[in-house]
Protein backbone atom coordinates (compact mmCIF):
# COMPACT_ATOMS: atom_id res chain seq x y z
CA UNK A 1 0.00 0.00 0.00
CA UNK A 2 1.29 3.62 -1.02
CA UNK A 3 2.23 5.70 2.26
CA UNK A 4 -0.61 8.08 1.28
CA UNK A 5 -3.64 5.53 0.60
CA UNK A 6 -2.00 4.31 4.24
CA UNK A 7 -2.53 7.60 5.94
CA UNK A 8 -5.94 7.54 4.23
CA UNK A 9 -6.69 3.80 5.69
CA UNK A 10 -5.04 5.51 9.74
CA UNK A 11 -6.82 8.38 9.30
CA UNK A 12 -10.20 6.16 9.13
CA UNK A 13 -8.80 3.49 12.13
CA UNK A 14 -8.45 6.62 14.69
CA UNK A 15 -11.82 7.85 13.56
CA UNK A 16 -13.43 4.36 14.16
CA UNK A 17 -11.48 4.72 17.38
CA UNK A 18 -12.95 7.50 18.20
CA UNK A 19 -16.49 6.33 17.63
CA UNK A 20 -15.84 3.19 19.89
CA UNK A 21 -14.26 4.42 22.55
CA UNK A 22 -16.79 7.25 23.34
CA UNK A 23 -19.89 4.40 22.43
CA UNK A 24 -17.86 2.50 25.46
CA UNK A 25 -17.82 5.00 27.83
CA UNK A 26 -21.46 5.71 27.60
CA UNK A 27 -22.04 1.57 27.74
CA UNK A 28 -19.44 1.48 31.08
CA UNK A 29 -21.53 4.58 32.66
CA UNK A 30 -25.05 3.12 31.58
CA UNK A 31 -25.78 5.40 29.44
CA UNK A 32 -25.67 7.75 32.31
CA UNK A 33 -22.66 10.36 31.15
CA UNK A 34 -22.99 12.14 34.41
CA UNK A 35 -21.22 8.76 36.08
CA UNK A 36 -18.08 9.37 34.02
CA UNK A 37 -14.96 11.25 35.18
CA UNK A 38 -14.64 12.78 32.61
CA UNK A 39 -16.69 13.78 29.31
CA UNK A 40 -17.68 10.70 26.68
CA UNK A 41 -15.61 13.00 24.16
CA UNK A 42 -12.26 12.49 25.77
CA UNK A 43 -13.24 8.83 26.11
CA UNK A 44 -13.40 8.88 21.96
CA UNK A 45 -10.17 11.14 21.80
CA UNK A 46 -8.13 8.93 24.35
CA UNK A 47 -8.68 5.76 22.49
CA UNK A 48 -8.35 7.40 18.83
CA UNK A 49 -5.04 8.73 19.96
CA UNK A 50 -3.65 5.68 21.21
CA UNK A 51 -4.56 3.98 17.94
CA UNK A 52 -3.40 6.95 15.75
CA UNK A 53 -0.22 8.42 17.70
CA UNK A 54 2.37 5.62 17.79
CA UNK A 55 1.29 4.33 14.62
CA UNK A 56 1.68 7.37 12.75
CA UNK A 57 5.62 7.69 14.78
CA UNK A 58 6.68 4.50 13.30
CA UNK A 59 5.15 5.56 9.33
CA UNK A 60 7.16 8.36 9.73
CA UNK A 61 10.82 6.67 10.87
CA UNK A 62 10.08 3.93 8.59
CA UNK A 63 9.60 6.16 5.47
CA UNK A 64 12.73 8.44 6.89
CA UNK A 65 14.96 5.62 6.62
CA UNK A 66 13.37 3.28 4.12
CA UNK A 67 15.47 5.02 1.02
CA UNK A 68 18.85 4.83 2.75
CA UNK A 69 18.71 1.42 4.13
CA UNK A 70 17.09 -0.26 0.68
CA UNK A 71 20.10 1.60 -0.73
CA UNK A 72 22.58 0.38 1.47
CA UNK A 73 21.57 -2.93 0.86
CA UNK A 74 21.37 -2.82 -3.31
CA UNK A 75 24.56 -1.13 -2.82
CA UNK A 76 25.84 -4.06 -0.41
CA UNK A 77 24.98 -6.64 -3.84
CA UNK A 78 27.13 -5.15 -6.10
CA UNK A 79 30.43 -6.22 -7.78
CA UNK A 80 33.07 -5.67 -6.00
CA UNK A 81 34.15 -2.99 -8.71
CA UNK A 82 31.52 -0.98 -8.10
CA UNK A 83 31.02 -1.32 -4.48
CA UNK A 84 34.93 -0.19 -3.84
CA UNK A 85 34.45 2.86 -6.29
CA UNK A 86 35.42 6.14 -4.04
CA UNK A 87 32.32 7.99 -3.08
CA UNK A 88 31.86 10.75 -5.97
CA UNK A 89 31.94 7.76 -8.28
CA UNK A 90 29.70 5.69 -6.33
CA UNK A 91 27.12 8.09 -5.51
CA UNK A 92 26.84 9.15 -9.44
CA UNK A 93 26.02 4.67 -9.74
CA UNK A 94 23.68 5.14 -7.15
CA UNK A 95 22.12 8.06 -8.80
CA UNK A 96 21.56 5.80 -11.76
CA UNK A 97 19.72 3.28 -9.94
CA UNK A 98 17.34 5.63 -8.95
CA UNK A 99 16.76 7.04 -12.48
CA UNK A 100 16.40 3.48 -13.45
CA UNK A 101 13.52 2.87 -10.87
CA UNK A 102 11.93 6.01 -11.37
CA UNK A 103 11.92 5.57 -15.44
CA UNK A 104 14.55 8.68 -15.68
CA UNK A 105 17.49 8.97 -18.33
CA UNK A 106 20.13 6.89 -17.43
CA UNK A 107 23.75 7.07 -18.51
CA UNK A 108 23.89 3.00 -19.35
CA UNK A 109 20.26 2.09 -19.51
CA UNK A 110 21.76 -1.61 -20.97
CA UNK A 111 23.73 -2.37 -17.95
CA UNK A 112 22.69 -5.73 -17.11
CA UNK A 113 24.29 -5.09 -13.44
CA UNK A 114 22.57 -1.52 -13.16
CA UNK A 115 19.63 -3.10 -14.31
CA UNK A 116 19.89 -6.45 -12.11
CA UNK A 117 20.43 -3.90 -8.97
CA UNK A 118 17.44 -1.46 -10.37
CA UNK A 119 15.23 -4.62 -10.27
CA UNK A 120 16.34 -5.59 -6.65
CA UNK A 121 15.73 -1.74 -5.63
CA UNK A 122 11.99 -2.78 -6.69
CA UNK A 123 11.63 -5.54 -5.04
CA UNK A 124 12.63 -4.23 -1.92
CA UNK A 125 10.55 -1.35 -1.82
CA UNK A 126 7.70 -3.55 -2.58
CA UNK A 127 8.74 -5.99 0.11
CA UNK A 128 9.02 -2.73 2.56
CA UNK A 129 5.64 -0.82 1.56
CA UNK A 130 3.92 -4.69 2.21
CA UNK A 131 5.79 -4.48 5.74
CA UNK A 132 4.88 -1.35 6.65
CA UNK A 133 1.36 -1.47 5.69
CA UNK A 134 0.94 -4.81 7.90
CA UNK A 135 3.22 -3.02 11.16
CA UNK A 136 1.02 0.09 10.67
CA UNK A 137 -2.38 -0.94 10.44
CA UNK A 138 -1.15 -3.69 13.10
CA UNK A 139 0.10 -0.82 15.43
CA UNK A 140 -3.12 1.02 15.26
CA UNK A 141 -5.40 -2.25 15.36
CA UNK A 142 -3.38 -2.63 18.92
CA UNK A 143 -3.08 0.60 20.50
CA UNK A 144 -6.94 1.01 19.62
CA UNK A 145 -7.74 -2.14 21.29
CA UNK A 146 -5.49 -1.69 24.39
CA UNK A 147 -7.09 1.74 24.86
CA UNK A 148 -10.80 0.17 24.57
CA UNK A 149 -9.90 -2.24 27.18
CA UNK A 150 -8.91 0.56 29.75
CA UNK A 151 -11.88 2.77 29.27
CA UNK A 152 -13.81 2.84 32.75
CA UNK A 153 -15.62 5.34 34.37
CA UNK A 154 -13.02 6.36 37.09
CA UNK A 155 -10.46 6.47 34.16
CA UNK A 156 -9.29 9.78 34.20
CA UNK A 157 -9.51 10.36 30.18
CA UNK A 158 -9.40 14.08 29.97
CA UNK A 159 -5.96 14.21 31.74
CA UNK A 160 -4.20 11.52 29.86
CA UNK A 161 -5.38 13.20 26.92
CA UNK A 162 -3.91 16.54 28.00
CA UNK A 163 -0.68 14.78 28.60
CA UNK A 164 -0.75 13.11 25.59
CA UNK A 165 -1.14 16.33 23.61
CA UNK A 166 1.36 17.89 25.71
CA UNK A 167 3.94 15.21 24.78
CA UNK A 168 3.09 15.92 21.08
CA UNK A 169 3.76 19.55 21.81
CA UNK A 170 6.90 19.02 23.29
CA UNK A 171 7.79 16.88 20.63
CA UNK A 172 7.07 19.28 17.38
CA UNK A 173 9.25 21.52 19.45
CA UNK A 174 12.23 19.72 20.26
CA UNK A 175 11.78 18.44 16.14
CA UNK A 176 12.03 21.97 15.30
CA UNK A 177 15.04 22.69 17.90
CA UNK A 178 16.94 19.71 16.56
CA UNK A 179 16.07 20.47 12.71
CA UNK A 180 17.60 23.67 12.92
CA UNK A 181 20.87 22.68 14.81
CA UNK A 182 20.98 19.91 12.26
CA UNK A 183 20.92 22.93 9.95
CA UNK A 184 23.21 24.99 11.19
CA UNK A 185 25.69 21.91 11.70
CA UNK A 186 25.85 21.02 8.14
CA UNK A 187 26.47 24.05 7.32
CA UNK A 188 29.66 24.93 9.87
CA UNK A 189 30.77 21.65 8.41
CA UNK A 190 31.16 21.91 4.91
CA UNK A 191 32.26 25.77 5.82
CA UNK A 192 35.45 23.92 8.20
CA UNK A 193 36.43 21.89 4.98
CA UNK A 194 36.30 25.36 2.81
CA UNK A 195 38.19 27.58 5.45
CA UNK A 196 41.17 24.39 5.03
CA UNK A 197 41.89 25.12 1.73
CA UNK A 198 40.90 29.00 2.02
CA UNK A 199 42.33 31.14 5.17
CA UNK A 200 39.28 32.67 7.17
CA UNK A 201 41.24 36.04 6.87
CA UNK A 202 41.17 36.57 3.21
CA UNK A 203 37.31 35.33 3.10
CA UNK A 204 36.15 38.02 5.68
CA UNK A 205 38.78 40.73 4.53
CA UNK A 206 39.38 40.08 0.91
CA UNK A 207 38.32 42.71 -1.45
CA UNK A 208 38.10 40.58 -4.67
CA UNK A 209 36.01 37.86 -5.45
CA UNK A 210 36.43 35.59 -8.56
CA UNK A 211 35.56 32.08 -7.09
CA UNK A 212 36.26 30.62 -10.96
CA UNK A 213 38.72 27.69 -10.38
CA UNK A 214 40.86 25.87 -12.73
CA UNK A 215 41.31 22.87 -13.37
CA UNK A 216 45.11 22.54 -13.94
CA UNK A 217 47.77 24.40 -11.46
CA UNK A 218 49.78 26.39 -14.31
CA UNK A 219 46.25 28.01 -15.53
CA UNK A 220 45.51 31.52 -14.88
CA UNK A 221 43.34 32.14 -11.74
CA UNK A 222 44.37 28.57 -10.37
CA UNK A 223 43.80 29.87 -6.96
CA UNK A 224 40.62 31.88 -7.39
CA UNK A 225 39.40 35.09 -4.74
CA UNK A 226 37.12 34.18 -1.97
CA UNK A 227 36.98 38.03 -0.19
CA UNK A 228 33.18 38.51 0.65
CA UNK A 229 33.14 41.95 1.56
CA UNK A 230 32.08 43.17 -1.83
CA UNK A 231 29.28 40.88 -1.71
CA UNK A 232 28.44 41.89 2.22
CA UNK A 233 28.67 45.31 0.76
CA UNK A 234 26.46 44.71 -1.99
CA UNK A 235 23.53 43.37 0.21
CA UNK A 236 23.74 45.91 2.72
CA UNK A 237 23.51 48.29 -0.27
CA UNK A 238 20.60 46.73 -1.74
CA UNK A 239 19.03 46.39 1.29
CA UNK A 240 19.55 49.85 2.98
CA UNK A 241 17.70 51.45 -0.69
CA UNK A 242 14.86 48.70 -0.17
CA UNK A 243 14.37 50.00 3.44
CA UNK A 244 14.67 53.34 2.87
CA UNK A 245 11.54 52.77 0.47
CA UNK A 246 9.45 50.19 2.44
CA UNK A 247 9.83 51.08 6.04
CA UNK A 248 8.45 55.16 5.50
CA UNK A 249 5.61 53.94 2.94
CA UNK A 250 4.76 50.77 4.69
CA UNK A 251 4.60 52.91 7.90
CA UNK A 252 2.77 56.07 7.44
CA UNK A 253 0.18 54.22 5.24
CA UNK A 254 -0.44 51.43 8.33
CA UNK A 255 -0.92 54.99 10.47
CA UNK A 256 -3.26 56.13 7.66
CA UNK A 257 -5.13 52.55 7.83
CA UNK A 258 -5.38 52.11 11.04
CA UNK A 259 -5.75 56.21 12.73
CA UNK A 260 -7.66 57.75 9.36
CA UNK A 261 -9.21 56.01 7.14
CA UNK A 262 -13.03 55.25 7.69
CA UNK A 263 -14.07 51.66 7.29
CA UNK A 264 -14.62 51.56 3.77
CA UNK A 265 -11.72 52.61 2.64
CA UNK A 266 -9.64 50.22 4.87
CA UNK A 267 -11.83 47.38 4.13
CA UNK A 268 -10.66 47.08 -0.01
CA UNK A 269 -7.22 49.58 0.78
CA UNK A 270 -5.71 46.96 3.24
CA UNK A 271 -6.29 44.03 1.29
CA UNK A 272 -5.00 45.46 -2.33
CA UNK A 273 -1.94 46.95 -0.49
CA UNK A 274 -1.17 42.97 0.68
CA UNK A 275 -1.83 42.14 -3.22
CA UNK A 276 1.94 42.96 -3.17
CA UNK A 277 2.98 40.24 -1.25
CA UNK A 278 1.23 37.54 -3.36
CA UNK A 279 3.03 38.68 -6.89
CA UNK A 280 5.62 35.94 -7.92
CA UNK A 281 9.54 37.46 -6.99
CA UNK A 282 10.16 36.74 -10.77
CA UNK A 283 7.43 39.28 -11.86
CA UNK A 284 9.04 42.13 -9.98
CA UNK A 285 12.60 41.25 -11.57
CA UNK A 286 10.87 41.35 -15.14
CA UNK A 287 9.62 44.42 -13.76
CA UNK A 288 12.78 45.90 -12.19
CA UNK A 289 14.65 44.63 -15.84
CA UNK A 290 12.15 46.13 -18.33
CA UNK A 291 10.69 49.28 -17.01
CA UNK A 292 12.42 50.30 -13.77
CA UNK A 293 16.55 50.30 -14.46
CA UNK A 294 15.54 51.67 -17.91
CA UNK A 295 13.48 54.51 -17.14
CA UNK A 296 16.61 54.98 -14.10
CA UNK A 297 19.03 55.48 -16.70
CA UNK A 298 17.35 57.53 -18.73
CA UNK A 299 16.25 59.79 -16.28
CA UNK A 300 20.16 59.77 -14.86
CA UNK A 301 21.31 60.69 -18.66
CA UNK A 302 18.64 63.67 -18.12
CA UNK A 303 20.28 64.83 -15.30
CA UNK A 304 23.93 64.19 -16.39
CA UNK A 305 24.87 61.26 -14.49
CA UNK A 306 26.32 57.84 -15.67
CA UNK A 307 23.43 54.57 -14.77
CA UNK A 308 24.30 51.27 -14.86
CA UNK A 309 21.85 48.85 -16.97
CA UNK A 310 21.94 46.65 -13.77
CA UNK A 311 22.01 48.96 -10.95
CA UNK A 312 21.53 48.61 -6.87
CA UNK A 313 19.24 51.29 -7.22
CA UNK A 314 16.79 49.70 -9.13
CA UNK A 315 16.59 46.61 -7.58
CA UNK A 316 16.48 48.03 -4.30
CA UNK A 317 13.37 50.48 -4.92
CA UNK A 318 11.82 47.14 -6.77
CA UNK A 319 12.33 45.21 -3.56
CA UNK A 320 11.59 47.97 -1.48
CA UNK A 321 7.91 48.13 -3.27
CA UNK A 322 7.74 44.29 -2.90
CA UNK A 323 8.47 44.05 1.18
CA UNK A 324 6.01 47.04 1.67
CA UNK A 325 2.94 45.10 3.32
CA UNK A 326 5.81 43.12 5.71
CA UNK A 327 5.64 46.59 7.21
CA UNK A 328 2.71 47.92 6.58
CA UNK A 329 0.19 44.60 7.45
CA UNK A 330 1.81 43.61 10.77
CA UNK A 331 2.46 47.54 11.25
CA UNK A 332 -1.26 47.82 10.89
CA UNK A 333 -1.88 45.31 12.99
CA UNK A 334 0.09 45.98 15.94
CA UNK A 335 -1.25 49.91 15.88
CA UNK A 336 -4.56 48.58 16.03
CA UNK A 337 -3.88 46.18 18.79
CA UNK A 338 -2.88 49.11 21.31
CA UNK A 339 -5.66 50.22 24.05
CA UNK A 340 -8.64 52.51 23.01
CA UNK A 341 -8.09 53.75 26.34
CA UNK A 342 -4.42 54.81 25.71
CA UNK A 343 -5.97 57.25 22.99
CA UNK A 344 -8.86 58.04 24.64
CA UNK A 345 -6.67 59.02 27.64
CA UNK A 346 -4.48 61.39 25.23
CA UNK A 347 -7.49 63.15 23.84
CA UNK A 348 -9.13 63.80 27.23
CA UNK A 349 -5.87 65.41 28.35
CA UNK A 350 -5.93 68.01 24.92
CA UNK A 351 -4.26 66.35 22.84
CA UNK A 352 -4.83 66.23 18.94
CA UNK A 353 -4.97 63.15 17.27
CA UNK A 354 -1.32 63.88 15.53
CA UNK A 355 0.04 64.06 19.37
CA UNK A 356 -1.61 60.58 20.24
CA UNK A 357 -0.40 58.99 17.54
CA UNK A 358 3.29 60.42 17.50
CA UNK A 359 3.56 60.24 21.87
CA UNK A 360 1.34 57.39 22.91
CA UNK A 361 0.54 55.09 20.04
CA UNK A 362 3.61 55.04 18.21
CA UNK A 363 6.08 54.48 21.57
CA UNK A 364 3.38 51.61 22.63
CA UNK A 365 3.50 49.67 18.99
CA UNK A 366 7.06 49.95 18.60
CA UNK A 367 8.24 46.90 19.55
CA UNK A 368 5.59 45.18 17.32
CA UNK A 369 6.32 47.31 14.50
CA UNK A 370 10.28 47.28 15.05
CA UNK A 371 9.80 43.00 14.65
CA UNK A 372 7.60 43.82 11.35
CA UNK A 373 10.41 45.94 10.19
CA UNK A 374 13.11 43.34 11.16
CA UNK A 375 11.12 40.82 8.90
CA UNK A 376 11.17 42.95 6.11
CA UNK A 377 14.74 43.14 6.48
CA UNK A 378 15.11 39.54 6.73
CA UNK A 379 13.42 39.43 3.24
CA UNK A 380 15.16 41.95 1.71
CA UNK A 381 18.56 40.07 2.60
CA UNK A 382 17.43 36.55 1.38
CA UNK A 383 15.89 38.01 -1.75
CA UNK A 384 17.75 36.69 -4.84
CA UNK A 385 15.77 36.74 -7.95
CA UNK A 386 15.42 40.59 -8.24
CA UNK A 387 18.94 41.10 -7.48
CA UNK A 388 19.83 38.37 -10.79
CA UNK A 389 17.73 40.35 -13.11
CA UNK A 390 17.83 43.95 -12.22
CA UNK A 391 21.75 44.08 -10.11
CA UNK A 392 23.37 41.69 -11.93
CA UNK A 393 26.51 39.05 -11.35
CA UNK A 394 29.21 41.56 -10.63
CA UNK A 395 30.82 41.94 -7.34
CA UNK A 396 31.99 45.43 -7.36
CA UNK A 397 33.02 46.92 -3.47
CA UNK A 398 31.14 50.38 -4.12
CA UNK A 399 28.53 52.39 -2.52
CA UNK A 400 27.22 54.10 -5.51
CA UNK A 401 24.05 52.96 -6.00
CA UNK A 402 24.36 53.62 -9.68
CA UNK A 403 26.54 50.73 -10.18
CA UNK A 404 26.22 47.29 -10.38
CA UNK A 405 26.45 45.03 -7.61
CA UNK A 406 25.58 41.47 -6.33
CA UNK A 407 24.45 40.11 -3.14
CA UNK A 408 25.15 36.95 -0.77
CA UNK A 409 22.10 34.73 -2.06
CA UNK A 410 23.14 35.89 -5.73
CA UNK A 411 26.37 34.16 -4.90
CA UNK A 412 25.10 31.13 -3.57
CA UNK A 413 22.95 30.23 -5.74
CA UNK A 414 25.44 30.73 -8.57
CA UNK A 415 27.86 28.61 -7.12
CA UNK A 416 25.37 25.42 -6.23
CA UNK A 417 23.95 25.31 -9.92
CA UNK A 418 25.10 23.63 -12.98
CA UNK A 419 28.16 19.86 -13.52
CA UNK A 420 30.35 21.05 -10.03
CA UNK A 421 32.61 18.91 -7.34
CA UNK A 422 31.36 18.75 -4.29
CA UNK A 423 34.06 19.35 -2.72
CA UNK A 424 35.95 22.12 -4.50
CA UNK A 425 36.82 25.33 -2.63
CA UNK A 426 34.17 27.20 -5.36
CA UNK A 427 31.41 25.13 -4.14
CA UNK A 428 31.94 24.98 -0.60
CA UNK A 429 32.60 28.43 -0.60
CA UNK A 430 28.51 28.94 -0.92
CA UNK A 431 28.44 27.07 2.77
CA UNK A 432 30.52 29.56 3.98
CA UNK A 433 28.87 32.64 2.69
CA UNK A 434 25.77 31.14 4.23
CA UNK A 435 27.11 30.30 7.65
CA UNK A 436 28.71 34.11 7.34
CA UNK A 437 25.09 35.20 6.37
CA UNK A 438 23.38 33.60 9.65
CA UNK A 439 25.63 35.04 11.90
CA UNK A 440 25.52 38.65 10.62
CA UNK A 441 21.13 38.52 10.72
CA UNK A 442 21.48 36.11 14.22
CA UNK A 443 23.26 39.69 15.69
CA UNK A 444 21.17 42.27 14.15
CA UNK A 445 18.70 40.41 16.19
CA UNK A 446 20.53 40.23 19.18
CA UNK A 447 20.53 43.87 18.86
CA UNK A 448 17.27 44.66 17.74
CA UNK A 449 15.67 42.35 20.80
CA UNK A 450 17.88 44.14 22.97
CA UNK A 451 16.96 47.46 22.09
CA UNK A 452 13.36 46.60 21.70
CA UNK A 453 13.56 45.27 25.13
CA UNK A 454 14.89 48.37 26.81
CA UNK A 455 12.44 51.08 25.08
CA UNK A 456 9.44 48.97 26.43
CA UNK A 457 11.39 48.83 30.29
CA UNK A 458 11.40 52.69 29.27
CA UNK A 459 7.82 53.09 28.35
CA UNK A 460 6.12 50.80 31.06
Keep these: MQPTALMIVLLVITSAAYFFGRRRAVSAAGGQPRYLNSLPAYYGFYTSLWSGLPALVVLALWLTLDSSVITHLVVAGLPDELRNLPASRLSLVINDIHNMVSGNVVSRPDDPVMLAAAERYREMRTL ?13 AAGGAFAWRRIHTDLRARNAVERMVVLVLVGCSTLA ?6 IVLSVLFESIRFFQAVPLTDFLFGLSWSPQMAIRADQVGSSGAFGAVPLFAGTLLISFIAMLVAVPVGLLAAIYLSEYAGPLLRAWAKPVLEILAGIPTVVYGFFAALTVAPLMRDWGSALGFHVASE ?3 AAGVV ?4 IIPFVSSLSDDVINAVPQSLRDGALALGATQSETIRRVVIPAALPGIVGGILLAISRAIGETMIVVMAAGLSANLTANPLEAVTT ?3 QIVTLLVGDQEFDSPKTLAAFALGLLLFLVTLVLNVIALYVVRKYREQYE
Excluded: E, K, R
Design 319 to 322: MGIM
Design 408 to 410: VTV
Design 311 to 313: SAL
Design 177 to 182: IFTTIG
Design 128 to 140: SLAALTVVVLALA
